[in-house]
């Protein structure tokens, strides 16, 4: 998990971004993402996506994808799509996950067709990544006013 901290470190001195990483926190009500997302005291929003199930289960190169996107692009742009050595090095950071690992997202973030996403909190746009295995944890986490 160090290379995951390196590269939010990195992250977060460019971008207004949020995160946190360590032991997988059990919550009460048996949802991990939540839990999660709690250490930022998420979700702050409107809406919750977690109580109307809406967050979006990513693969882990999915996940590499929209980490890269909320770390290093604006969220404001209408593309989302970062350069393969950003995406390289959301990989390898991801890497420290065991094989099994949830990753969880507001939206696609330039996957797909859908551009939409659900939000997490009061700003205007906001995207990150949520991911656990069995032992370890991680929300990384990114708000954008236009």
């Not at 065991?98 to 939206?107: E, H, M, P, R, V």
């Not at 990544?129 to 944890?137: K, L, P």
Request: charge should be negative.
């Amino acid at each position: 998990m160090e290379d995951l901290e390196k590269l939010f470190r990195r992250y977060a001195r460019r971008k207004a971004a949020r995160w946190w990483v360590g032991e997988r926190p059990v919550g009460r009500d048996g949802a991990p993402g939540r839990s999660i997302a709690s250490r930022l005291g998420y979700p702050t929003g409107d809406l919750d996506p977690f109580a109307t199930d809406r967050m979006v289960r990513l693969t882990r190169d999915q996940a590499a994808h929209v980490l890269a996107v909320a770390g290093t692009l604006s969220l404001v742009m209408d593309t989302y799509a970062p350069r393969q050595g950003r995406l390289e090095e959301a990989r390898a950071a991801l890497a420290g996950l065991k094989a099994d690992a949830t990753f969880l997202s507001n939206g696609y973030w330039g996957l797909n067709e859908d551009t939409g996403w659900i939000p997490l909190t009061k700003a205007t746009f906001d995207s990150g990544v949520i991911g656990y295995d069995a032992d370890r944890a991680f929300i990384f986490w990114v708000e954008e006013e236009d």
